[in-house]
């Protein structure tokens, strides 16, 4: 500091502008300076192997920085040395699309570009942006940019809003596709064909408020070796601290926490258990069934939907029932299920529900009696609480209050029971009666656990504090 304070006047004014233009060169090239975290780096390096990705995160936690900064490579050409994802070595044509103009300007527009006024601070150096667009009506707001690649071309990325319409995502052709936060079905149908000739890619960045939406369930139920979700929660933000995670995990509403601070879909007001996971959960692995604890199944016949079948056991002494496993197939006999459930636990009592009565066309054999002939362990009568009535409602709210009253535990591992837990909901107050296979098995069970038993003793009512 002594050395520059005896520098003459001129040579002082040479060096604080030397100084200026090196932090206004840092500030309009971050692309250079871009460092992904761990979970950022997996979505990034799964472009290179797949054509669909979905970095499904909280709020937050750096899901639209992650992708804005990948868009900004692919436009320019401009690549870290250590970039393990996809490349282009000539121009593209990306489309970066949001829920409304004003959310693009506000989130995409904003980090590759920069706000109104501050150009070229993004993700796109601001070297290499050589035109822009306005959108008309959205101050602020921008239709396309032209860049500069490394190649000696132009790149295009074009703004786009759901709010457009599916015909407004017709027609072009491109070689990326960034919906930021969750679109329609029909508009991600629509920009995933616009990057078929191209052998171009999707990905995708959002916190899933819509809850197990149709989008949703592609990636995390309809399996392909060219689609791929990363999950991103707030413990993969490392911008954070650990109070200030305590602190915002702490500021949602129950139902939204995990949706908004671990990327798993929202339970969504219309939840028929709005309650939180980690509030039901348990560690199997940690925790074996003593033997004591009586034990019951329940099932739920199907064809072209599953045949499901859930395990219980019942701690007597605390009133505290515990799901530790389930089962969930389609399409098959039940002398292939009753092999599934008899290798639980032949002794084991199963609960069934009133369509077991229901008469086979082809034998005249009631289903319930098919199972019993497999060696199942079937109940003599179907499932009915201990006064007679079988509504879902009733079982339902059975089962809300146990949880909410810490007497129903699921086992963390059964991923097939969560994915409907998390998607049942309810429209104009009546519960949707879909992907609720393995719930119903739970439901049944729960209503006939009067039957449970141990091993080596003969299944009979048993009588508790709390009975219905």
């Known amino acids: 500091m002594q050395a520059i304070a005896g520098l003459p006047v001129a040579q002082k004014r040479e060096l604080v502008a030397l100084l200026e233009e090196r932090e206004r060169r840092k500030r309009t090239n971050r692309l250079a300076t871009y460092r ?19 970095l499904m995160a909280g709020n937050q936690l750096g899901k639209t920085w992650s992708a804005g900064f990948e868009a900004a490579m692919h436009a320019t050409g401009l690549y870290p040395d250590d970039w393990q994802g996809r490349r282009w070595d000539r121009p593209t044509v990306g489309w970066a699309a949001s829920e409304t103009m004003e959310v693009s300007r506000d989130a995409g527009q904003r980090i590759l570009l920069g706000r109104e006024g501050e150009r070229g601070i993004g993700a796109i150096p601001e070297s290499c942006i050589l ?36 015909r407004k995502f ?46 949703v369930q592609r990636f995390l139920k309809e399996k ?27 500021s949602y509403p129950e139902h939204e926490r995990e949706a908004r601070t671990q990327g798993l879909p929202m339970l969504g007001e219309g939840a028929v258990f709005p309650i939180a996971r980690e509030k039901v959960a348990y560690d199997a692995g940690s925790m074996p069934i003593p033997d004591h604890w009586p034990r019951i199944c329940g099932i739920d016949f199907g064809w072209d939907h599953p045949t499901a079948a859930a395990w219980l056991a019942w701690d007597r002494d605390a009133d505290v029932i515990y799901v530790y496993d389930c089962y969930a197939q389609t399409k098959q006999t039940p002398v292939f299920h009753a092999a599934a459930i008899k290798g639980r636990g032949d ?43 079988n509504g879902v409602e009733a079982g339902v709210m059975e089962m809300l209050d146990r949880m909410q009253t810490g ?14 837990i998390r998607g049942y909901h309810r429209e104009k107050g009546r519960i949707v009666k879909i992907n609720d296979d393995i719930i119903s098995a739970v439901r049944y069970a729960l209503m006939m656990i009067r039957h449970a038993k141990v091993p080596g003793r003969k299944a009979g009512a048993i009588k508790f504090k709390g009975a219905w």
């Open 36 to 54: 992904p975290y761990p979970k950022q780096a997996e979505f990034h390096a799964l472009g290179a192997t797949v054509r669909e990705r979905l």
């Open 131 to 166: 035109d822009v667009a306005r959108y008309p009506n959205v101050r602020g707001a921008i239709s396309q940019a032209w860049v500069r690649h490394v190649s000696g071309g132009q790149s295009l990325i074009i703004f786009k809003s759901y709010d457009q319409g599916r």
């Open 170 to 215: 017709q027609g072009d052709t491109i070689d990326w596709f960034w919906p930021d936060e969750e679109p329609p079905e029909d508009i991600y149908s629509e920009g995933l064909t616009r990057t078929n000739a191209t052998g171009g890619m999707v990905m995708m960045t959002f916190t899933p408020l819509l809850g197990m939406s149709r989008v």
């Open 224 to 250: 392909s070796p060219d689609r791929a979700v990363v999950q991103m929660g707030i413990k993969d933000a490392l911008h954070y601290t650990q109070e200030e995670r305590d602190r915002i995990i702490a």
């Open 347 to 389: 002794w084991i009592p199963v609960a069934w529900p009133h369509d077991g009565l229901q008469h086979d066309k082809g034998s005249g054999e009631q289903l319930a009696d098919q199972y019993r002939a497999q060696g199942l362990e079937m109940l003599p009568e179907r499932a009915t609480f201990d006064d007679g009535s």
């Open 407 to 420: 007497r129903l535990k699921i086992a963390s591992h059964l991923e097939p029971l969560w994915d409907e």
